[in-house]
Nanobody, 120 residues
Framework: QVQLVESGGGLVQPGGSLRLSCAAS????????IGWYRQAPGKERELVAN???????NYADSVKGRFTISIDNAKNTVYLQMSSLNAEDTAVYYC??????????????WGQGTQVTVSS
């Protein structure tokens, strides 16, 4: 029905950059909000950034000024541009979206997760 497919994770050096993508597909009536969470070893899953409604954005304090979230509405794809990466950014990153389907059912969907490792 609805699927979120993530890409772009991998291994990067400290100070480097990486761009994550998440494409939503299926019987989508509208995407009410969409964004990224991450979970690092020994930590709880946390919101990294999201886009709400007509384009309002929200960022975790730890990534403000370094990460940028954007969306291509025509493709139902959200991006997370990550810069100045450090070891604390190492985590599994999950795409999350609140989606209303053509059956008028609204619920959260999750991507499979993509590993981001920052290491020299």
């Amino acid at each position: 029905q609805v699927q979120l497919v993530e890409s772009g994770g991998g291994l990067v050096q400290p100070g480097g950059s990486l761009r994550l993508s998440c494409a939503a597909s299926g019987s989508i009536l509208r995407v009410d909000n969409i964004g990224w969470y991450r979970q690092a070893p020994g930590k709880e899953r946390e919101l990294v950034a999201n886009i709400i409604g007509g384009g309002r954005t929200n960022y975790a304090d730890s990534v403000k000024g370094r990460f940028t979230i954007s969306i291509d509405n025509a493709k139902n794809t959200v991006y997370l541009q990550m810069s100045s990466l450090n070891a604390e950014d190492t985590a599994v990153y999950y795409c999350n979206a609140l989606i209303t389907t053509v059956r008028f059912i609204r619920r959260d969907y999750w991507g499979q997760g993509t590993q981001v490792t920052v290491s020299s």
